[in-house]
């Protein structure tokens, strides 16, 4: 081959990692999974460093078994936003890795909170969460920074997808500005609110350089070449968070897409030509390498909701008879555990069924009331956006496991009262194939190296443009139907009233739902 014409992703999920090559043209050429152990107690959360490196290398080498090495150009690492832990000077792990969801950090986020509002108001956010990024290395400094023999001197913040770029590259790289949002990373000004970090007792030594997503990090390794099966010299790219890789994996990319990505939760994210400032907290934006904001969050919702109650292996003949069942009767508010984050947060959030006095409680009217409840969080999160003034009038794409379920698009479809595309490949490993391929589609994509500059393209619009063009197709598009939209809705009101009734959802947000529901 005359120039490499193939590109890898890497997602480091929850449940696993998975790597998939790409062409030019988007045809998928390999694919690799291997799962993830995580390690639960109560608010706790942790998985194993080491096994992120094993995994991906692994998923990796599946992935690239029928590809000649030779046409491999590089690769870009995806990972789960707000997962952090301490490394040393060598990049081994001085601590678990403390996974996205995990809550230890609540008297840290509340300090972040008093040391640093104004600015996390100017960004947007209005305030950490205690799941965050920021609050969790002000926690692992103090249980980890001493008495362990690390020592604060050498400890070094790394994000998931850091430690395997790392190990890619056989050396320190920056982190991308993506992972950094929930560190607390100032986007607006393209550096560190340093003022606040020694306020927090946080060294400036701990905290990595920030470049933006696509930025070239190094070539990949002899050793990393030998345990992935990507070649010595192979591009590295820095990558962004799962959820804004799913965003570019659909190529939703221009102001006004919106994307919602359901899997073990659900993830809806827009694209606006402004930074939205949420007063609550429950929405932020990373900025795409384009230079346009993806405003939205994280749900605690999702499908881990279907799976706490049902085999995964009856999903298929569920879905099959929600389909046949129609509209439930029984309304559902789809939250596995305690606390959510968006479209509002609230700690003490929990899931909760309210039950029809005229409809039976059987399996499938259990089923398609978690069904429906998953779409009516993903139509609050477009109506959260709206009231921000986000604009989300252009395409809605679907991605994620639960897109795979034609039953559930076609649902979502109805709920959100629009047509959804659902695209021949939609998975956030997908998308960074798209971003490390990027700098090669069209004249004017930087992908240079270096640190600097987290808020803007390494890639530039021009390459992304021409990227998704040329490498996502769309597999089938899912048209709401009528006769099911008014059943649905007033369901959807129900469950909004509820949520304002127990003093989660803020009221302002509920009239406006509401509102847009009758219109």
């Known amino acids: 081959m005359s120039c490499p014409d193939v590109w890898v992703g890497i997602d480091l999920g929850t449940t696993g990692a998975r790597a998939l090559a790409a062409d030019r043209e988007g045809r998928v050429l390999g694919r690799g999974t291997v799962p993830l152990t995580s390690h639960r107690d109560g608010v706790r959360h942790t998985q194993s460093p080491e096994e992120w490196w094993t995994a991906a290398a692994t998923a990796c080498r599946q992935a690239l078994r029928d590809v000649p090495p030779a046409r491999i150009g590089g690769v870009a690492v995806d990972a789960t936003s707000g997962t952090v832990l301490l490394t040393g000077a060598g990049g081994e792990a001085l601590t678990p890795g403390l996974m996205y969801d995990d809550g230890r950090a609540g008297q840290e986020a509340a300090e972040a909170d008093a040391r640093g509002g104004e600015i996390w108001q100017r960004l947007g956010y209005g305030r950490m969460q205690r799941s965050w990024g920021l609050p969790k290395l002000c926690r692992l400094l103090r249980e980890y920074g001493h008495g362990t023999g690390a020592g604060t001197h050498r400890a070094r913040l790394t994000h998931q997808n850091d430690y395997v770029n790392r190990r890619l590259t056989g050396h320190a790289t920056p982190t991308d500005s993506s992972h950094a949002l929930k560190s607390g990373f100032d986007l607006t000004e393209d550096d560190w609110p340093w003022e606040v970090l020694d306020a927090l007792a946080v060294p400036p030594e701990v905290l990595p350089d920030v470049v933006a ?57 827009g694209v606006s030509p402004h930074l939205p400032r949420d007063p609550d907290g429950a929405v932020y934006a990373h900025r795409s390498p384009t230079g346009l904001w993806l405003p939205g969050g994280a749900s605690s919702a999702g499908g881990r909701a279907l799976e706490t109650v049902f085999p995964s292996g009856r999903f298929a003949a569920l879905d099959a008879a929600a389909e046949q069942h129609g509209p439930a009767g029984t309304v559902a508010y789809p939250l596995p555990g305690t606390g959510e984050r968006f479209p509002f947060a609230a700690p003490a959030a929990h899931g909760f069924l309210l039950e029809n006095p005229g409809a039976r409680l059987d399996e499938t009217e259990h089923y398609r009331a978690l069904l429906e409840g998953v779409a009516f969080v993903e139509r609050l999160a477009l109506d959260r956006l709206d009231l921000l003034g986000v604009p989300t009038g252009g395409g809605l794409t679907l991605g994620g496991g639960g897109s795979g379920s034609r039953v559930w698009s076609a649902l979502r479809a109805d709920v959100l009262g629009r047509s959804a595309r659902v695209t021949r490949e939609h998975g956030s490993a997908f998308g960074m194939a798209l971003l490390a391929a990027s700098p090669g589609f069209g004249e004017g994509a930087a992908g240079g190296s270096g640190a600097g500059g987290g808020g803007g393209g390494g890639t530039g619009a021009e390459g992304i443009a021409a990227a998704s063009r040329a490498m996502v197709r769309t597999r089938e598009t899912f048209v709401p139907r009528g006769q099911h939209q008014e059943p649905l809705l007033r369901s959807y009101r129900r469950l909004v009233r509820e949520l304002e009734r127990r003093g989660w959802l803020p009221s302002e947000l509920a009239a406006h739902a509401v509102r847009r529901s009758l219109t």
Request: net charge negative; glycine share 18%.
């Open 213 to 269: 997503p696509g930025t070239t990090l190094g070539l990949v390794c002899d050793a990393a070449s030998e345990r992935t099966g990507l070649p010595a010299g192979a591009r590295v790219t820095a990558g962004m968070t799962d959820g804004c890789a799913a965003q570019l994996a659909v190529g939703a990319t221009g102001a006004g897409d919106v994307n919602s990505v359901l899997g073990t939760t659900v993830v809806v994210k």
